[in-house]
């Protein structure tokens, strides 16, 4: 679905933003793109998206490459979900998507309501100005925009900002749903627990490069010390113990009445980003 070899891209003179990054996105996988800011993030989705131009190496969408495609036919493939709601703030949600959805061919459009519906927006503010919305129905709102034209390939960018706990579940439902359907989801985000739940793979890139790429269980399996923290009750005290897992594999090597709970000490993916790139993503 998308090939990358050997992308570069300059605003200038010393500035080079991106040093020949290499990767691919196969059909039907969602793929997370992390990084912190000024990494290179931004600048590979624009390139991707051909907003940005005057990239070096190449770069293939749909196996067609960017330098030669006609762009027209590939906006009507794409979906984008920007990190900053893109919409008409003197138009209601209905006149917004209406509008947006008026560049796509009828039978290639999703009946509006019935989308805004599946977001969960508000019905009582479908006619209202977008001005009066909060940041979390403008998400819901930009989520329609990049969906309303059944995308074969979806980039989105911070999908669940501004959205309360609930709110960022069903978006991660609603990004499932998609991937079920075929649709191949290119996702950077800070939140790595959007991240872990929903990239079938992820690729890490710090002051452009990519550091890592791999699953996110494989990168957590591969940086983890192996260690387990058991709980438990022994003559009424609870106590704790941390222990390689190797030394389980035999029994359980101390005196017990009750066993609370047996966790590993497995990184987080932020933990293992931090590793690679020695830097948080916010």
Do not use: W
Not at 27 to 40: H, K, M, Q, R, Y
Not at 85 to 102: G, I, M, Q
Not at 211 to 239: C, F, M, T, W
Not at 259 to 274: A, C, G, K, R, Y
């Amino acid at each position: 679905m998308i090939e990358v070899k050997d992308l570069t891209f300059s605003y200038g003179k010393n500035k080079q933003a991106l040093h020949g990054l290499t990767f691919s996105v196969r059909d039907g996988e969602i793929f997370g793109f992390l990084g912190p800011n000024g990494s290179g993030k931004s600048t590979t989705q624009k390139i991707l998206t051909g907003i940005l131009k005057g990239h070096g190496g190449t770069v293939s969408l749909f196996g067609e490459d960017l330098q030669n495609a006609h762009m027209q036919e590939v906006f009507q493939k794409i979906g984008v979900l920007f990190e900053f709601p893109y919409l008409y703030a003197n138009l209601s949600a209905l006149d917004n998507l209406r509008y947006f959805a008026s560049f796509y061919p009828k039978e290639q459009q999703r009946d509006v309501e019935e989308l805004l519906d599946e977001l969960e927006f508000k019905r009582d503010f479908l006619k209202k100005p977008v001005s009066s919305y909060s940041k979390g129905m403008r998400q819901r709102v930009s989520m329609a925009r990049a969906l309303i034209s059944n995308p074969k390939l979806l980039f989105l960018d911070e999908p669940t900002s501004g959205l309360d706990p609930a709110g960022a579940v069903l978006f991660r439902k609603i990004i499932e749903k998609e991937r079920k359907k075929g649709t191949t989801i290119f996702l950077t985000t800070h939140n790595m627990l959007d991240a872990d739940l929903l990239c079938d793979r992820v690729a890490f890139i710090s002051n452009g490069n990519i550091v890592a790429l791999d699953a996110p269980r494989n990168l957590k399996e591969k940086n983890s010390n192996h260690s387990i923290i058991i709980s438990y009750l022994y003559q009424g005290k609870r106590s704790e113990q941390m222990m390689e897992a190797s030394e389980l594999k035999a029994s359980i090597p101390f005196a017990y009445d009750e066993l609370i709970s047996v966790h590993s000490q497995e990184p987080t993916l932020e933990d293992v980003f931090i590793q690679y790139t020695g830097r948080r993503l916010s």
